[in-house]
């Protein structure tokens, strides 16, 4: 039986981020800018204590309806001169206090209501081959805490991390034919797993921040992380991170994560509000903008400095 066990007392870090961006002014021919960011926001064991606006620039606050994420969304005739944002939060997360264990799970009553967990997306495949494997993973387990418990042991014991040799894309072919790639090709893999086996499964694009120096500066971030959530009816939604397992080989990540992990969305082939004309965004953690309905290049500088830590 698949037992989570965390301390009894939640373990909690504090980080002051600062997201700031430049858009250049487009050529003389643009007549719309458009730019969407995506929003840190409340999630169970992430909570947001402050966050301000100083760009000067006129926003709107909108939601996605398929994953409920929230975004600022801003439409501005084009300028002469770069377009300066930027956003600064104060975030704290927290490491949950809970002992979770199977006997709490009861089977997925209405599998529809969680439709968009379920269904194949661009390079994450659920067809046979991924339901052929679920099923020789998972054995005569029917317990679905189980059976995603075992789907992580899978993917951590046959992926290895690589950012070199990754699909750019997020692939479960790609895991599949290479086991190896970064942390989208490994959570691919694991999120295909668990939907070919009517387990609810969803991406969360974010960071994992690297320790602060011991000077307390502010320290860049760069790129960006994923990791996985699925749906067990009788728990909720539980996090796993299959890809700092595989690269660093660190323990308690199935049903729980480090407090270093900070949240920008939820979902892949996202449709942005109000929507891109572009194609869907296969990840959404980072500001996006277009120039009459084209894709606009964005310079990011993405700070952070840790608060406190109790």
């Given at each position: 039986?698949?037992?989570?066990?965390?301390?009894?007392?939640?373990?909690?870090?504090?980080?002051?981020?600062?997201?700031?961006?430049?858009?250049?002014?487009?050529?003389?021919?643009?007549h719309?800018?458009?730019?969407?960011?995506?929003?840190?926001?409340?999630?169970?064991?992430?909570r947001?204590?402050?966050?301000a606006?100083?760009?000067?620039?006129?926003?709107?606050?909108?939601?996605?309806?398929?994953?409920?994420n929230?975004?600022?969304?801003a439409?501005?005739?084009?300028?002469?001169?770069?377009?300066?944002?930027?956003?600064?939060?104060?975030?704290?997360?927290?490491?949950?206090g809970?002992?979770?264990?199977?006997?709490?799970?009861?089977?997925?009553?209405?599998?529809?209501?969680?439709?968009?967990?379920?269904?194949?997306?661009k390079?994450?495949?659920?067809?046979?081959?991924?339901?052929?494997l679920?099923r020789?993973?998972a054995?005569?387990?029917?317990?679905?805490?189980?059976?995603?418990?075992?789907?992580?042991?899978?993917?951590?014991?046959?992926?290895t991390?690589s950012?070199?040799?990754?699909?750019?894309?997020?692939?479960?072919?790609?895991?599949?034919?290479?086991?190896?790639?970064?942390?989208?090709?490994i959570?691919?893999?694991?999120v295909?797993?668990?939907?070919?086996?009517?387990?609810?499964?969803r991406?969360?694009?974010g960071?994992?921040?690297?320790?602060?120096?011991?000077?307390?500066?502010?320290?860049?971030?760069?790129?960006?992380?994923?990791?996985?959530?699925?749906?067990?009816?009788?728990l909720?939604?539980?996090p796993?991170?299959?890809?700092?397992?595989?690269?660093?080989?660190?323990?308690?990540?199935?049903?729980?994560?480090?407090?270093?992990?900070?949240?920008?969305?939820?979902?892949?082939?996202?449709?942005?509000?109000p929507?891109?004309?572009?194609?869907?965004?296969?990840?959404?953690?980072?500001?996006?903008?277009?120039?009459?309905?084209?894709?606009?290049?964005v310079?990011?500088?993405?700070?952070?400095?840790?608060?406190?830590?109790?």
């Amino acid at each position: 039986m698949t037992t989570l066990e965390t301390s009894a007392t939640q373990t909690r870090t504090r980080y002051e981020i600062i997201d700031g961006f430049t858009i250049g002014p487009p050529a003389e021919d643009v007549h719309r800018l458009q730019v969407w960011c995506p929003v840190i926001t409340d999630t169970p064991h992430q909570r947001v204590l402050d966050m301000a606006d100083s760009s000067g620039i006129c926003w709107q606050l909108t939601r996605e309806t398929e994953f409920g994420n929230v975004m600022f969304h801003a439409c501005a005739a084009p300028l002469p001169d770069p377009l300066p944002f930027e956003i600064r939060y104060l975030i704290e997360r927290s490491s949950p206090g809970l002992t979770v264990d199977s006997g709490r799970v009861r089977q997925l009553a209405t599998p529809q209501l969680f439709a968009r967990a379920l269904q194949p997306e661009k390079c994450v495949d659920v067809d046979a081959t991924t339901r052929e494997l679920a099923r020789s993973v998972a054995g005569d387990e029917t317990n679905p805490l189980e059976q995603a418990r075992r789907f992580y042991d899978h993917v951590t014991g046959s992926m290895t991390y690589s950012a070199a040799e990754q699909s750019f894309k997020g692939s479960t072919q790609h895991a599949l034919a290479c086991s190896v790639g970064n942390c989208n090709d490994i959570h691919a893999l694991f999120v295909s797993l668990c939907r070919s086996a009517g387990i609810p499964a969803r991406f969360v694009l974010g960071q994992a921040l690297d320790a602060p120096p011991e000077t307390g500066e502010a320290c860049d971030v760069c790129g960006y992380h994923c990791w996985a959530e699925f749906f067990i009816a009788g728990l909720g939604w539980l996090p796993a991170d299959a890809s700092c397992a595989t690269k660093y080989g660190t323990h308690g990540l199935f049903g729980a994560l480090e407090t270093n992990h900070i949240a920008w969305s939820t979902g892949r082939d996202l449709l942005l509000a109000p929507p891109q004309h572009t194609e869907r965004s296969s990840f959404f953690a980072a500001p996006y903008a277009e120039a009459d309905g084209s894709a606009y290049p964005v310079a990011r500088h993405l700070t952070y400095t840790q608060v406190n830590e109790q």
